[in-house]
């Protein structure tokens, strides 16, 4: 084999390689693609709508409450998009249709429904998990139910920042 084609060749293959490793790393740990497959977070996300993730921003930050962020549920073996409601050491109340932070009512609810408590008694979130719910809260398997719980910051994947599809809603997710 010609010596200029060996060359050409394992340039190539570094540079094919590079590519690689890059988007590992890319994915990895800075973001990730998403797709909304489920109706718990309308109004603010619609079936079918493709989200950007932020992985890095929790790499460096804790989830804030308001955060709509991606979590890993390990029952269903799958990714579920909630929002950040209660954090660490916070008192979740859920009475008269309403969320109750430490006593004081949850302003702004990021909701138009009311929120029943599904059988969630006033609790205490615990060290490094968060209570997470979904938008619609009529039909959101979230931090009510015991089948989510209080989500562990480890199964909190990232923070969903920017949507891109559908094209008239490309932009910035809040």
Partial sequence: MDENIKKEVISWVKLILSAFVIAFILKTYVFQIALVNQVSM???????????????????ND???GDIVVLKDELEDKYLIKRA???????????????????????PDYTDALT????FAKSRVPE?????????????????SDTVGFVSRDNIVGKAVFRIWPFNKFGIVR
Wanted: a negative charge; hydrophobic letters at 35%.
């Fill in 42 to 60: 309308e109004p603010t996300l619609y079936e079918g709508e493709i989200l950007v993730i932020a992985k890095v921003n929790y790499l460096i």
């Fill in 63 to 65: 989830p804030a409450r």
């Fill in 85 to 107: 409601i209660g954090l660490p050491n916070e008192v979740i109340d859920i009475r008269n249709d309403r969320v109750y932070i430490d006593g004081k009512e949850l302003n």
């Fill in 116 to 119: 029943r408590d599904n059988g």
């Fill in 128 to 144: 490094e998990k968060y209570f997470v719910m979904g938008d619609n809260r009529m039909q959101s398997r979230d931090s009510r």
